[in-house]
């Protein structure tokens, strides 16, 4: 059974400080990473995507990818009170997506 | 460009009605899948189509049945509902394994 890990939070964090969300996968052959962010009621929204080890930035939000520990996380900087969200982790396997049940950020003003 | 498109918004269903889901895209996708998502857990895979003409079951397909119509159009059909498919539906497409999926807003289901 292939398998997607995420601490299911809740996560607080102080506005303008750095959210740190962390994921780990089971598949040593998936290829492809993303994180979705999701307001409650609403549908999952991509933030970012990720294939190679190392770090990828993209405006306030910096994903990190270590293939060998299985690991891949997602940080964001200068956190805001709309950045409160659940953040998904999904791991492709195969033709579909693994996904992981959710890390929920609340952003204390 | 509508992007993920599904009906219905909400539904209420009896034990043992029958109702489909519809879903389409305009993005000129390949390949759509249907999710559905419970409280306190991620998106479990009832059922995808990898490309026009094809089907496959995903994790969750028991109770469900679907059907690509086109390369548009996507639908989920329960056949005879029963609570224990009380939860949010969403559709999703993407263009190719590997690649960034699309939700359409969801269909919320209450099976009484």
């Known amino acids: 059974q292939k398998e997607v890990e995420q601490n299911s939070g809740p996560l607080s964090v102080p506005e303008g400080a750095i959210a740190s969300l962390n994921c780990t996968y089971s598949?040593?052959?998936?290829?492809?990473f993303f994180w979705y962010r999701q307001y409650s009621g609403k549908s999952p929204e991509l933030i970012m995507f990720?294939?190679s080890n190392g770090d990828k930035e993209d405006g306030r939000f910096t994903a990190q990818l270590n293939k060998a520990s299985q690991y891949v996380s997602l940080l964001i900087r200068d956190s805001q009170p709309s950045d409160s969200a659940t953040y998904l982790c999904a791991v492709d396997s195969n033709y579909q997506l693994i996904w992981g049940a959710g890390t929920k950020l609340i952003i204390k003003p | 460009n509508a992007g993920v498109t599904q009906t219905p918004k909400f539904q209420v269903l009896k034990t043992g009605q029958s109702m489909t889901l519809q879903c389409a895209q305009d993005?000129?996708?390949?390949?759509m899948y249907w999710y559905r998502q419970d409280p306190g857990m991620g998106l479990r895979l009832i059922y995808y189509s990898a490309s026009e003409g094809t089907t496959d079951k995903g994790e969750v397909p028991n109770g469900y049945n679907v059907s690509r119509l086109n390369k548009r159009e996507f639908s989920l059909r329960l056949e005879s509902a029963a609570p224990s498919q009380t939860s949010v539906y969403f559709c999703?497409?993407?263009?190719?394994?590997?690649?960034?999926?699309?939700f359409g807003p969801g269909t919320r289901l209450l099976v009484l």
């Open positions: 999703a497409s993407f263009p190719r394994v590997g690649e960034t999926q699309y």
């Open positions: 993005m000129n996708h390949n390949s």
């Open positions: 990720i294939y």
């Open positions: 598949d040593r052959g998936s290829q492809s």
